[in-house]
């Protein structure tokens, strides 16, 4: 049975492409292209298919054995915090941060301590309600999926929680950073289960991506 390798769409995709070259994986060549319908496809090894997915359905292939390796995202597994997931390798890709940002002009005017309720939009609602409850802060999670700098602007929300790479998208929309809640990257994660039960086939891919990231 071939082992499934989770990939994420999107720029991390693009980054992780010289990183499974090192590695000696060469999927079929419209893997990378957004816009092929096709989600599966073989690779130059027999025994080991790529799968492309959101990059917030990663950890969720990877810890229920749908896949048994992939690439994902620190932000992603600080959110669901699968303790089927194993995160043996980071792989220095896809790097950012999660912040929060408010408008530019409310910045540090507000004592969030002193509120009963902060309304926050976010797609991270265990990660924002973990920020904030470390600083005495309550807060309600207006869950969005994208387009979030928009929501302090229409009353949505007071804050946002998001990733952050240059900011240029915050600034565009009169937003600013005024709190980092991690700094992320992506690493290769692998199934607990499948590592116990295959662990010549992953421990040598493991092996091969530490040394690809070396390479």
């Known amino acids: 049975m071939s082992l499934v390798f989770a990939l994420p769409k999107g720029r991390i995709l693009d980054e992780a492409g010289p990183l499974l070259a090192r590695a000696g994986i060469f999927p079929e060549a419209d893997y990378a292209d957004e816009s092929s ?54 792989l220095g890709i896809g790097k950012c941060r999660i912040s929060v940002a408010e408008p530019r002009d409310e910045a540090g005017r507000t004592d ?40 302090p602007g229409l009353g949505l929300s007071r804050v946002i929680v998001d990733l952050v790479q240059t900011g240029s998208t915050l600034k565009a929309n009169g937003l600013v950073e005024t709190d980092i809640i991690a700094q992320i990257s992506s690493r290769l994660v692998v199934n607990r289960i499948a590592l116990k039960t295959r662990p010549d086939e992953i421990g040598a891919w493991i092996e091969a991506f530490r040394k690809a990231l070396v390479a």
Do not use: W
């Open 37 to 90: 319908r096709r989600l599966r496809f073989p690779t130059n090894h027999p025994g080991l298919d790529v799968i492309r997915v959101r990059s917030f359905d990663v950890a969720t292939f990877v810890a229920f054995g749908a896949a048994q390796i992939g690439i994902c995202g620190g932000d992603v597994l600080a959110e669901f915090d699968y303790p089927e997931v194993y995160a043996p390798l980071d």
């Open 112 to 151: 969030f301590t002193r509120a009963s309720c902060l309304r926050v939009a976010s797609k991270y609602p265990n990660l924002a309600k973990k920020h904030f409850a470390a600083k005495g802060v309550q807060a309600e999670i207006v869950a969005l999926n994208g387009s979030m700098e928009l929501a």
